[in-house]
């Protein structure tokens, strides 16, 4: 992590939360000095881990480790809370039995375009159906997940940008019960590497999805995949 300005912008959003139950784990991949002598000063409920890492995914895979709470939820640096009253709206008063995971809106912040067929939309909002097999229909900012969900499951490293969407999939296949909320719960910036369009993040999500289903349909996924990738370049040029 060397996004000093960005982790400080998410930090000051968290801490501006009206709901104040939760603790936090910043994964800090052995950063410049400055940032760890930031990490070095905060205070509970923040505390940090400096170790290097491989990755986004193994660095949420200690996070979750870590974590004690009952939900968690990923951030990063850079990304903030819609507003202060977020956690509140999402775990106040709301009947929860039975739910696994919390998905909302999030709102993109950036020079990319976040869509393949809208250079206007920034906001992404949730689905949870079979249309998640055309494209990830929760964003990992705008999702709360049970943490009872990584018992036996953690993001694999093998997918380098796209294990989140691989998670879901697999979330999705086991039929756990997603509560979709109207409330917008994360700004991301749109310029991240899932963001990126190239071709090898469209290989990447044939590969996860014929892992998770079967060689035979291969052959679909790659043509669905293909064509969101020409219909992104046409969208952006």
Sequence with gaps: MNNLQGLQKTIISIKSQTFSNFEV????????????????NLEAPFFYQSKKDKGIYDAMNKGITLSNGEW????????????ESVLENCFINRTLEDVNLIAG???????????????????????WSNAMWL???????????????????????KYKTLSDYWLNLILYKQNEKCLIIETT??????????KSGNWNLYKEEVNLKTDL???LLKPIFYIVAFTKFLSRKIVND
Excluded: M
């Design 25 to 40: 784990w910043i994964l800090d991949g052995e950063s410049t000095k400055e940032t760890q002598e930031y990490l070095v």
């Design 72 to 83: 968690l939820y990923f951030l990063g640096a850079g990304d903030e809370f819609f507003n």
């Design 105 to 127: 809106n999030i709102v993109y912040e950036g020079n990319t375009t976040p869509f393949i067929y809208s250079k206007n939309k920034t906001t992404k909002n949730p689905s």
């Design 135 to 157: 494209r990830n229909g929760l964003h990992h900012q705008g999702t709360f997940y049970k943490k009872t969900l990584f018992l036996n499951t953690k993001y694999p490293l």
């Design 185 to 194: 719960i994360a700004k991301c910036n749109s310029d991240g590497v899932s």
């Design 213 to 215: 289903t079967s060689l």
